[in-house]
Nanobody, 120 residues
Framework: QVQLVESGGGLVQPGGSLRLSCAAS????????MGWYRQAPGKQRDWVAT???????NYADSVKGRFTISRDNAKNTVYLQMNSLKPEDTAVYYC??????????????WGQGTLVTVSS
């Protein structure tokens, strides 16, 4: 019932920037942690960043200092600001959220993914 929809991906040159958005919709009672993951062709899905309900953030070493995760609880949306992009950042980026969907039920929800390509 609850859906996450990513947007903002595309083609960017090395050193450039993109901002990804992920909006949750449906019957939502609340959202705990939200995060971003990425998967390059032929590789496993890797964790990128997490933000808690209270705004505490954590980042993978590979993106620390370059990416910033944030959220707007009023809009049920999480963002990923990506700066100083490198070719190795090329991947499909997925958002993830732990969503309260009923009085006694939480559900882990994934978005469909958005492709980020970093190339000259």
């Amino acid at each position: 019932q609850v859906q996450l929809v990513e947007s903002g991906g595309g083609l960017v040159q090395p050193g450039g920037s993109l901002r990804l958005s992920c909006a949750a919709s449906g019957l939502i009672f609340g959202i705990n942690d939200m995060g971003w993951y990425r998967q390059a062709p032929g590789k496993q899905r890797d964790w990128v960043a997490t933000i808690t309900n209270g705004g505490r953030t954590n980042y993978a070493d590979s993106v620390k200092g370059r990416f910033t995760i944030s959220r707007d609880n009023a809009k049920n949306t999480v963002y990923l600001q990506m700066n100083s992009l490198k070719p190795e950042d090329t991947a499909v980026y997925y958002c993830n959220a732990n969503v309260r969907v009923a009085l006694y039920q939480y559900r882990e929800v994934w978005g469909q993914g958005t492709l980020v390509t970093v190339s000259s």
